[in-house]
Every structure is written in structure tokens, then in C-alpha cells.
């Protein structure tokens, strides 16, 4: 019997959706089928569908999207992913997002064929209705002939979508646009071959308003056939700006090399990309894209990691070290095995990661969904009080009552607000991909503004994570010399201490001479024979200079004696050193708003030395902590009335993370950590911590700067319409106007910069 605790997942295209009563209605009907949990984004034009495969299957879906009224193919299947795993040929679905964009474009060319077609007939028309001495004899019949077919043909979307949700009992935005427009068109024809507006000699007039001075023989022809050029227009640089706004996600997701060069039998065989396995070793000559997420066995060469991180530094790697798939090989020949490949690989993840953040909905969003929903039938409702007022208020003016209700109708489509959240947050995502910045979700906005304090994990975090020599003490000898000795003993040791020796004399360039005749004494030290001496590195004794030594502790550091022929010759201390730039990044959030905190599991004086380092309070210092109590520090920190952040980059971080009102994990963590957190950094500096801020808080302010125009738009002109003080064609440019100005206003935070990669990138052609 199946397991109905198992949920799979489907993300579906969904195509005839104009406006964000068609997501709310798809998304409503995708519900009401047991066992599937669906959202429906109209800026992304995809339903994400989280389901029990014992009650349903993919077709299900799709069924009901196409009944509701519009159409819907398949983009990713969890249970085809699945599938394809289990073989290095590329999934059947990794061409859907190629698919989707070629539905956008596809629908963006037939917009503009559109727009264009019916804006040379209509322009005429309104220059013959609004500019009197234009007006030849019988010009009202040729204006009708200019503006049937862009009433017909230009509006058909709006007239087709009307009747399809007509059907389904709904009503839309294309419902409003429709029967202001068909009201008009009816009127129109109803004056010319009924009325008085047909015949010879007629004249109107320009006016802003909607009220007429000739009574029942106006036409409204110029107010048909704008208003959809006006709406086709707005639809139109809609979807020239959505195809934008999602262009950081499309441009990272194309960044991987098309082909790998693979050894087989000692010769290399170029195949797809795709079709690499783990365990493959691929060839990466300078210039080329690393095909996969890999460890090189062979080479050495600088890697640009932009693409990923945003830093235009290339990193040196060699034998040993991990690089990732799509980042660009500069220098040397590498030889890298494969150790992820297809949907396993950094940048399917990310890509992941983006797209579910895009695919999800702020909660502000769904209180703007289910406005949508009572909107158009209250819009319709206020059209027929209007057009009554106005018919007991002017004694029966029957073409200003028409015109003030055909306006409401106009002016009211509120598709300003279905855009306003998704496209804000599918250019901030996008740009955070760009910069290194992962965004899982849109509820993570909303913490990071709330956000006051700011918690950071120690080791790995604020340190470096790795050992590194902080003191040299030599009163008899100069500290190369000291270096030197200490470092030829610890040639063969890996252990950490020995580590840190050996890299502080490679740093300052000293000539390290041979040993021989190594000892290892467990819990003491080593020792060995250098130039005929016997040299020892290990923990201080009685006889060595306690002073020193113990000041030296006091930082926090591991200090250790360097003896020749048994005579201390020289102190070393060495120490987990703060990050580099940590000072500067702690300063930034603070003057952020953020209260700067460590958490450490080590002891009191190391995490007190290095909270002074970097200028965190020592009040603010909680140290020996284990993992298990990070979180009960957290949920303290919390109970104050804090608004906690976390950043962290360890598997014990990953409950901490998740504790936190939001979580940050560092890029060089670990991927429990990542998959915890709410905002992951692909790099390994801390003044990311406080980009991945400013963008989120940037990204939060654009979603409540775009509803707050849309509403008042809304809220302001609608009475003004019913008024009478609106004429219906400039009510449909208007309202057209109102969803490019939330689009474009979004598109804004395609210019936000990193606080820190411009000033490392000076000078380069990075964008970082």
C-alpha cells in the first residue's frame, strides 16, 4: 500500500493568465483536489504543487488547469527527477525553463503585433473624434471603420477571456476591460445607425471628462479603441519587463558549460555536459567553463568564481581542493573528478533555491489575492450606482451616466497590485543570485527589517576556522630563525599547530632547513634533529618563560616553546585569527540597527579576545556553550523581545539557524547549514552578512512602495471616475500607466550594488 506521508512535488507552466484573479482562481481550484497543496504565481506564470502521489498524479493537475480555462504544460516533476537520477542523461524536464521563455517571447511578439496594428487604426480615430476641424462630412462612419477591427481583433484577448471566465461563474480584470469597452463599441453602433450620430455634419469634441455636451448622438469609438491600445500597450511592457526581471535567474542558469572533455581509456572523448557521471575526470584547459562540481586530482590554476560569488579574485586551487561547475578555469590545465553532477551541483541548487523563493508568496500578497476576488464584482457594482446617480442627478443624461460607469470600469482594474509583490521579489532574488546572495523565501523580507540583533557563531564565522600563527616570541634570536627551526620540525606533522608554523614561514619566505630523526610525543610535542642540533616544539614547562606564556594564553592563543639542545630558544602563539574584514562588517550592521552578539563553544578568554578584535561588547559574549544549548541561548535572546538574526556555518549551527527568526549561512559552511538557513552567502566574507541585509530590506521597501501606489491609484481615482471627472480613455491610459510604474519600479533593484565587491573589483570587468 503507498505511503501517503510521502509528498512529491510538480511545478506547472501555466499559460492565458492576465492578471492575479486568473492565479487566484487557478490557484483555488488546484486546492480544492484532496491530498495537493498548490500557489500559483502570476508574475512567474507557474503553479508549484506540493501532492500525496497515492491520491494524485501530475495529469490531475493539468486537467484541472485546462478546464478552469487555460492551458498548462510541465516544467519539473520531483518524481522524473527521481528517475533521471538514476542515469548521467539529462532529465526530459531540463528544458523547461527553456520552454517557458519561449512562451514568453512568443506571447511578448504577438503583443506587439498587436499594439501596433491597432495603434495605427485608433490613433486616426481619436484625432478625428477629438480635433473638430479634422472632421470631414460622414467622418464618424470612417472612424467606425478604422475601430471594428481594433474593438474585434486588438481587444480579442480581453473579449476571450471575459467569456471563458464568464463560463466558469468568474470574474477578472479582463472582465472590466471587456465590458467598458463593449459598452462603448455597443453604444457607439446603437447612436450611429439608431440615433442622431450617423448622420452628415455630426461634430465632437476633446474633453477630460466624461460628460458630453451633445447628449445621446455622441459615439465613443476613440474611447473603444484607446483604451485597448493603452491596455495592450501596459500588457506589452508588462511582459517585456517580466522577461527582464527574470533575466539574472535565466543568465545564471545558462552558465554552465554545454560540453566536458572526459578521459576514457586514456583518451579524451568530448560528450554533453550532461551526461557527466560522478567519478568522470574531466580535462579543463585554461579559458574553459569546469563542467561539474569536482575535486582536481592533477594541476594547478586560479579559478574564477564570479558567477558564483560575485568576486572577481580568482582563486588559486591545486590537487586536493574542490571547484564547482560553471566557474571558469584561468591559468593551468586541470584534471577534475566528479563528485556532483546534474540536479546535485551548486548551481542546480541555487537555481533551486531562486526559483522557490520566486514561486512563493509573501503574506502581503495573499491579502492582495483575496481582494482580487471581491474586487471586479464590487467595480461592477459601483459602475451601476454611477451610471444610476448620474441618471436622477442630470435628469436622464443618458451619454455622460454611460460615460462616468464606462470610466469605473476602466480605472478600476487594479492589475497594478497583482504586480506589485511577485516582481519586486523576482528581481531581488534574481539580483541576490547574482551577487552570491540566496533568498529562500519572501517571509525572510520580513525578518530581515524586523531584525535588531544579530547573533555570530565564532569559529568559522567570525575567525577564519583554521589555525594560523598570531605571536612570534624570540628575545635571543630573531623570529625568522625561530620560524625557520620550528617549521623544519613540523615538516611531517599535520597536526594543526604544525600547520599554522609551516604556513607563517612559507608567508614570510624563510628558508626552512632539513630534519631528521622526527619524535612525536602524544599530548607534548615533536622533535627532530636540525643542522646537528636537537630542536623540539612543544607545550610549555616550568623552566620556560612563564610570563610570556601565560599573556600569550590570555588571548586565547595555543602556545607552544621552541627548545634547542633543551634551551628555550623562542615562543610561539597560535590562534583561530578573526577574519579580516570582521571589524568592518560588525561596524556596517551596527550602524544597520543591529545589536552584534558571538556564540562560542570554546573558552571564555579566547571568545572575549576575539569579540575585542572585531568590536563586539564583552557583555554580549556568550562562550562554552555546546551545540545542543545554542538553540535555548537563542530562544533566550528571543524571549527578551529581541528580534534574533543568526549567522553561523557548522552542522551544530544548522538548529541555531533554524531557531533564529532569520537565519545566515556562511557560503564555506556546511550544506545542513545552508539548508537551515533563510539566507545562504555563497561567500566566505562577512560583509555579505550585511548585503544580504540591505538587499532583502531594498527588496521589502520596493514590494511596499509598489502596493501603496497601486492602492492609492486605486482608492483616489475610482471616485473620481464616478464623478464624471475621468474621460474613459484616458482612465484606460491611466491604469495601463499604474502596472508599467509598478514593473519598472521593480526593475530598479536590478542596480543594487554589493557594499564590499565594487571596491575589490576596482579597476576590473566584473560587475560584481
Known amino acids: 500500500m503507498p505511503d501517503s506521508s510521502i509528498k512529491e512535488q510538480v511545478e506547472l507552466g501555466v499559460t492565458g493568465m492576465t492578471c492575479t484573479s486568473c492565479s487566484s482562481r487557478v490557484e483555488r481550484k488546484l486546492n480544492k483536489l484532496e491530498g495537493a497543496e498548490a500557489t500559483v504565481n502570476f508574475a512567474t506564470e507557474t503553479a508549484r504543487i506540493t501532492f500525496d502521489p497515492a491520491l494524485r498524479s501530475t495529469s490531475d493537475f493539468l486537467d484541472v488547469v485546462r478546464t478552469t480555462g487555460y492551458d498548462a504544460f510541465i516544467m519539473s516533476d520531483a518524481s522524473a527527477a527521481r528517475d533521471d537520477a538514476t542515469s548521467p542523461a539529462p532529465s526530459t524536464t531540463s528544458s523547461a525553463p527553456d520552454q517557458s521563455e519561449e512562451h514568453r517571447a512568443q506571447h511578448e511578439a504577438e503583443l506587439k503585433q498587436r499594439v501596433i496594428i491597432s495603434a495605427a487604426l485608433a490613433v486616426p480615430v481619436m484625432l478625428l473624434s477629438m480635433v473638430p476641424t479634422l472632421q470631414f462630412q460622414n467622418w464618424q462612419w470612417a472612424a467606425l471603420t478604422l475601430a471594428a477591427p481594433v474593438y474585434v481583433w486588438g ?23 471587456s465590458m467598458g469597452t463593449t459598452a462603448a463599441f455597443l453604444w457607439s453602433l446603437v447612436s450611429l445607425f439608431a440615433g442622431s450620430a450617423g448622420e452628415p455634419g455630426m461634430h465632437m469634441h476633446m474633453s477630460l471628462s466624461a460628460h458630453a455636451t451633445a447628449g445621446t448622438d455622441q459615439i465613443y469609438l476613440e474611447t473603444a479603441s484607446m483604451v485597448i491600445v493603452f491596455l495592450l500597450l501596459g500588457r506589452w511592457c508588462e511582459e517585456r519587463a517580466k522577461g527582464r526581471s527574470s533575466q539574472a535567474l535565466t543568465e545564471l542558469l545558462h552558465l554552465g558549460a554545454k560540453q566536458a572533455a572526459v578521459l576514457r581509456e586514456g583518451r579524451e572523448v568530448l560528450i554533453p555536459s550532461s551526461q557527466v557521471a ?393 550544506d545542513v547549514a545552508i539548508e537551515a538557513a533563510d539566507i545562504t552567502l555563497m561567500h566566505a566574507d562577512l560583509r555579505a552578512t550585511a548585503d544580504a541585509l540591505r538587499l532583502s530590506r531594498a527588496t521589502l521597501r520596493t514590494i511596499h512602495g509598489n502596493l501603496f501606489w497601486a492602492f492609492i491609484y486605486n482608492v483616489v481615482l475610482i471616485p473620481v471616475a464616478a464623478l464624471g471627472l475621468l474621460n474613459p480613455m484616458l482612465a484606460g491610459l491611466a491604469m495601463s500607466l499604474s502596472s508599467v510604474f509598478v514593473v519598472t519600479n521593480s526593475l530598479r533593484l536590478r542596480r543594487f550594488r554589493s557594499g564590499f565587491l565594487n571596491r575589490k573589483a576596482a579597476g576590473s570587468t566584473s560587475e560584481g
Open 155 to 177: 481587444g480579442w484577448p480581453f473579449h476571450r477571456a471575459c467569456v471563458r471566465n464568464a463560463r466558469h461563474g468568474a470574474f477578472t480584470m479582463d472582465t472590466l476591460i
Open 278 to 670: 560522478v567519478g568522470d575526470h574531466c580535462v579543463v584547459r585554461p579559458g574553459e567553463k569546469i563542467p561539474t562540481d569536482g575535486r582536481v586530482i592533477d594541476g594547478h590554476s586560479a579559478v574564477d568564481e564570479s558567477m558564483l560569488t560575485g568576486e572577481s579574485m580568482p582563486i588559486e586551487v591545486d590537487p586536493g581542493s574542490t571547484v564547482t561547475g560553471a566557474t571558469v578555469n584561468t591559468t593551468g590545465r586541470l584534471i577534475v573528478e566528479a563528485t556532483r553532477v546534474g540536479a546535485d551541483t551548486t548551481l542546480a541548487q541555487i537555481g533551486r533555491l531562486v526559483t522557490d523563493a520566486q514561486a512563493r508568496k509573501a503574506p502581503v500578497q495573499r491579502i492582495v489575492d483575496r481582494i482580487s476576488q471581491v474586487f471586479v464584482p464590487v467595480v461592477i457594482g459601483i459602475a451601476l450606482l454611477t451610471l444610476t446617480a448620474h441618471l436622477v442627478a442630470t435628469d436622464g443624461s443618458v451619454a455622460d451616466a454611460f460615460a462616468a460607469a464606462v470610466a469605473v470600469l476602466i480605472i478600476a482594474c487594479p492589475c497594478a497590485l497583482g504586480l506589485a509583490t511577485p516582481t519586486a521579489l523576482l528581481v531581488g532574488t534574481g539580483r541576490g543570485a547574482q551577487l552570491g546572495i540566496l533568498i529562500k523565501g519572501p517571509e525572510v523580507l520580513e525578518s530581515s527589517r524586523h531584525a535588531d540583533t544579530i547573533v555570530f557563531d565564532k569559529t568559522g564565522t567570525i575567525t577564519t576556522g583554521e589555525m594560523s600563527v598570531s605571536a612570534v616570541h624570540a628575545p635571543a634570536r630573531s623570529e625568522e630563525e625561530v620560524l625557520g627551526l620550528a617549521a623544519a620540525v613540523e615538516s611531517g606533522s599535520e597536526h594543526p599547530v604544525g600547520r599554522a608554523i609551516r604556513a607563517a614561514a612559507a608567508e614570510r619566505s624563510i628558508t626552512v632547513p632539513a630534519a631528521s630523526d622526527f619524535q612525536s610525543t602524544p599530548g607534548q610535542g615533536v622533535s627532530a634533529e636540525v643542522q646537528g642540533q636537537l630542536v623540539s616544539v612543544a607545550k610549555p614547562g616550568q623552566q620556560d618563560p612563564t610570563e610570556v606564556v601565560e599573556n600569550l594564553r590570555k588571548t586565547g592563543a595555543t602556545v607552544v616553546v621552541v627548545r634547542v639542545d633543551n634551551a628555550p630558544v623562542g615562543v610561539i602563539a597560535v590562534a583561530d585569527e578573526p577574519r579580516p574584514e570582521a571589524a568592518a562588517a560588525l561596524a556596517t550592521l551596527a550602524e544597520m540597527g543591529l545589536k552584534p552578539w558571538m556564540l562560542s563553544g570554546d573558552n571564555e578568554k579566547a571568545a572575549r579576545h576575539v569579540a575585542r578584535q572585531v568590536g563586539i561588547a564583552e557583555e554580549n559574549v556568550i562562550a562554552e556553550v555546546l551545540p545542543e544549548d545554542k538553540v535555548q541561548q537563542i530562544a533566550a535572546l528571543a524571549q527578551q523581545g529581541r528580534t534574533v538574526a543568526m549567522v553561523g556555518d557548522g552542522i551544530n549551527d544548522a538548529a541555531a539557524l533554524t531557531e533564529a527568526e532569520l537565519g545566515i549561512a556562511m557560503g564555506g559552511g556546511t
